[in-house]
């Protein structure tokens, strides 16, 4: 079932198991209702992806910027190049030097993809703290300042990335 902005997440994916890449993750499995309540960034990646690796670290710390919380959790997208063997040396190599990257880093879900179609990444679902999802956006609207309209519940008047 593919959701669109104004939709509500069902039941299914809250209770989705996701795993965690993220070495030294408390807990390598999770789930998307572990942050039930507070507002949402999905970010599909791939790791020859230059947009993604760029833009990766820059929502992880914008998640901890004072006044702006939001879980931002980067989810590797399904293709032939990333599988889970090439992703955990990946994102072991991919995150050196950056020690205060804490976000969850999600080997791909084929529920998940289903849910969110796209052909291109870096591709982001915002979904609020009600559930719903706001957003379906490229890389150019992750900023501080729809982040932070984001969070509030403001309206947000971005483009809609098809796909």
Known sequence: MSLSVGQQLPE?????????????????????????????????WASWCIPCLNNMPKLDSLSRVKGISFQPIMVNTLNRIDSLKN???????????????????????PILQASFPHHQVPHYIWIGGDGKVKAITDH???TEVN?????????????????
């Open 87 to 109: 992703m955990q040396g990946f994102v072991k190599d991919f995150l050196i030097g950056k020690e205060t990257f804490c976000s969850p880093v999600i080997m791909g879900s």
């Open 12 to 44: 299914s994916l809250w209770s989705l198991p996701l795993y965690n890449l993220l070495p030294n993750a408390p807990a390598k499995t999770l789930f998307l209702e572990d942050f039930k309540g507070k507002p949402i960034v999905i970010d599909f």
């Open 147 to 163: 982040l932070r309209r984001f969070v509030i519940g403001a309206n947000l008047d971005l483009v809609v990335k098809t796909k």
């Open 140 to 142: 150019k609207a992750i």
